[in-house]
C-alpha cells in the first residue's frame, strides 16, 4: 500500500520558517516533490527532487528561499521554507512519481504525478 504523509504546517509570521515532511511508504520513487495550492488558484510545482538527489529544481517564485532534500533510508522528503512571504500561503500536497530509466529531468506538471499525500495548510501572516 503507498502512503504519502504530510506534517511540519502551520501558522508563521512573514519572514519566518517552516520544515514540511512528507514520509512515503509501500514502494520508492523516481521524484519526489513538492506542490500547493491557494484557495481559488491553480495547483503550482513547488520542488522536487530525484531518488538519489542529485537532481533538484524549483518553482521560479520559491527558488533562493525554500530547500528541498531527503533521506533515502526513511523514504522520506523534507522542504525547508525560509523567509517566508504571505503569498505563500496555501496547503502544501507530497507528491510522487515512478518512471523506467533514468530520471534526467524533474517534470513540473501534476498530472504526471501518480501518488499524492493528503496536504499541510501553511499559512504566512503579515
Known amino acids: 500500500q503507498v502512503q504519502l504523509v504530510e506534517s511540519g504546517g502551520g501558522l508563521v509570521q512573514a519572514g519566518g520558517s517552516l520544515r514540511l515532511s512528507c514520509a512515503a511508504s509501500g514502494r520508492t520513487f523516481s521524484t519526489l516533490g513538492w506542490f500547493r495550492q491557494a484557495p481559488g488558484k491553480d495547483r503550482e510545482f513547488v520542488s522536487g527532487?530525484?531518488?538519489?538527489?542529485?537532481?533538484?529544481r524549483y518553482g521560479d517564485s520559491v527558488k533562493g528561499r525554500f530547500t528541498i532534500s531527503r533521506d533515502i533510508a526513511k523514504n522520506t522528503v523534507y522542504l525547508q521554507m525560509n523567509s517566508l512571504k504571505p503569498e505563500d500561503t496555501a496547503v502544501y500536497f507530497c507528491?510522487?512519481?515512478?518512471?523506467?530509466?533514468?530520471?534526467?529531468?524533474?517534470?513540473?506538471?501534476?498530472?504526471?504525478?501518480?501518488?499524492w499525500g493528503q496536504g499541510t495548510q501553511v499559512t504566512v501572516s503579515s
Open positions: 507528491a510522487a512519481r515512478r518512471v523506467v530509466g533514468a530520471v534526467v529531468s524533474i517534470t513540473t506538471y501534476e498530472y504526471e504525478y501518480a501518488y
Open positions: 527532487i530525484t531518488y538519489s538527489g542529485l537532481i533538484t
